[in-house]
């Protein structure tokens, strides 16, 4: 397979890319499911991903447990709580996306801090994290002003940057940052942490277009979709939606019981069907 030019980002062909590449093909919009890595527990994690990939979540962002989770809101921080409790770490995260890929190709993102690279060894974690099967990183405290060669040492590994840019962000910055990032661009909506929200943004639509001004990268928004009506008219506005916290909390109710993987999954599903038949974004 040739290789993928974008900007600076020149690689074999990556599985975030390939799955937008043919969403857009089809006219479809994009499901990004967020959970916490090890909760309730590691093996319940790989059943999530694999029940997950089967309904047809595009991309799966595993959260890597931190003792000081400062982007998250209470559900989220919980879910890192529980996961270090069960005794989740970086090292055995990867190990599961290992297991996972033994039967999915559900391209995956650790969403992660990156005092956790920092410990593991920079370098040595990002090519541990290709070796195991992983897409992309999103490093919520590493901004592209700080990043030094972390770039080229991910485009090295194959793997996706993914950048957040915020409500907050002027257009200058914007300009900055998507030039840097590959893969898709996180839209947070709203200011603040993670978490569910009674309604979403209502300047959504704007700033999408006006992200969408600087770069062809797909824009995935998130922070605050709740439910399916939400799902739905938040994609409008964008090539992929969101959803963390509102699973997380499913998570953090059904944890113990039997059927856990399928309640999630069945309101996983709920998310994708609300948002397969939206009319995509202008281009």
């Not at 030039?179 to 639509?205: C, L, N, P, W």
Request: hydrophobic share 45%; proline share 6%; net charge negative.
């Amino acid at each position: 397979m040739p290789p993928v030019l974008l900007g600076h980002f020149s690689q074999l062909m990556n599985r975030i890319i390939e799955r937008f590449a043919r969403l857009k093909q089809r006219g479809e919009k994009g499901l990004v499911v967020y959970i916490g890595a090890g909760d309730p527990d590691l093996e319940a994690t790989r059943q999530l991903a694999l029940a997950f990939d089967e309904v047809g979540v595009d991309v799966l962002e595993l959260g890597v447990p931190f003792s000081d989770p400062l982007a998250d809101g209470l559900v989220n921080q919980l879910a890192a709580q529980r996961g270090l409790e069960s005794g989740t770490t970086p090292v055995k995260v990867l190990e599961t996306i290992t297991r996972i890929r033994a039967t999915s190709s559900v391209p995956i993102v650790l969403y992660i801090y990156f005092n956790l690279l920092h410990r593991h060894g920079f370098q040595k974690f990002i090519q541990d994290a290709a070796r195991a099967g992983v897409d992309g990183l999103l490093v919520l405290d590493l901004p592209p002003e700080e990043s030094e060669n972390y770039e080229t040492m991910m485009a090295d590994a194959g793997l996706c940057v993914i950048y957040l840019v915020a409500p907050t962000t002027p257009e200058d910055r914007i300009a900055l940052i998507v030039k840097r990032g590959t893969g898709f661009i996180y839209y947070v909506s709203r200011e603040g942490v993670t978490g569910m929200q009674a309604k979403v943004a209502d300047t959504i639509a704007a700033r999408t277009a006006q992200i969408r001004a600087h770069t062809d990268l797909p824009i995935a928004v998130g922070f605050g979709i709740s439910n399916p009506e939400q799902a739905r008219t938040v994609a409008a506005s964008a090539e992929a939606i969101v959803v963390g916290s509102a699973i997380v909390n499913q998570i953090a109710r059904h944890g113990r019981d039997a059927d856990l993987v399928p309640r999630v999954t069945a309101f996983v599903k709920s998310l994708g069907d609300a948002i397969k038949s939206t009319t995509p974004p202008p281009a």
